[in-house]
């Protein structure tokens, strides 16, 4: 099939892509990669009468380190995430989770930003941002906003961002130098979607160690296992106490039903992936 005809710009500037957006607000979609939007234009899910392609736009690639942040560009590509220095050493779980995305073709065009605004809730990138606690900075042509990735993802396909904003900067945590992460991730055959995954990370501080958590493809959007962290820092991070308190978290999930697998599949393959990641990364 083939997409419904529209008009493409291709602005260099930021400024006027943000222009052009609010001009079509509700006419224009924002093209990045294109690994997910074309693919629904070519099925007609998406028909929108104008592109705006971000490709040349300045500014919107590279990874930097800023003071306790770690910031990436929101068109930086996530083959460079996959093999970046500063990513490994102060993201290991964004580090541990690109292996999963997707394939080396559709890496190489696809971008943080891209899959992030997409919200597949499948998707490993969302998952990790959310276990994370990343920040994601947006802007329109009259303000900007700075959104917890804990409160962007509202829906499947569906975040909180406004018709005429885009997201142009995620900003992560550093992880200290003796963080343990680890990604754990099912998935019908290797680069497919997860049927259910796993982002965690453990931060071993010897007065306030961390433990951050996601489930991904088990919902409508990543779910935060904050009740199991709050439960495992009570007992220490103890091991004695990791199947009860995985069993309470999988009770509380609402897993949605496709093709791939019902409910009482992903609440299984939720609890293995994180007795898997937890056992990998907890002393």
Partial sequence: ??????????????????????????EARLIAGGQSLVPLMNLRMATPALLIDLNRVEGLQGIRVDGPWLRIGAMTRQQRLMH????????????????????????????????LAHADPS??????????????????ASRERHIPAREFFKDILSTALEPDEV???VSIPRA????????????????DFAIASCAAQFVPDARTPRLELALGGVGNVPHLCSRLAATLAEAGFSRARLAPAIDAEVA???????????????????RVALDACLTEILP
Avoid: C, W, Y
């Fill in 1 to 26: 099939m083939k997409p419904a005809p529209f008009e493409i710009e291709r602005p260099t500037l930021l400024v006027d892509a943000l222009r052009l957006l609010a001009a079509h607000a509700g």
């Fill in 84 to 115: 970046d220095s500063l990513v490994a050493a102060h993201a290991p779980l964004v580090a541990r989770a690109m292996p999963h995305v997707g394939h080396v073709q559709t890496r190489n065009r696809g971008t943080i930003g891209g899959s």
């Fill in 123 to 140: 998707a490993e990138l969302p998952v990790s941002m959310v276990a994370l606690g990343a920040i994601m900075r947006v802007q329109s």
């Fill in 167 to 169: 997201l142009v900067e």
């Fill in 176 to 191: 200290p130098i003796d963080t343990r992460a680890s990604f754990v991730e099912f998935a019908r055959r290797h680069g």
């Fill in 252 to 270: 509380l999930l609402m897993p949605m039903e496709d093709l791939q697998a019902d409910a009482a599949l992903r609440r299984q393959l939720a």
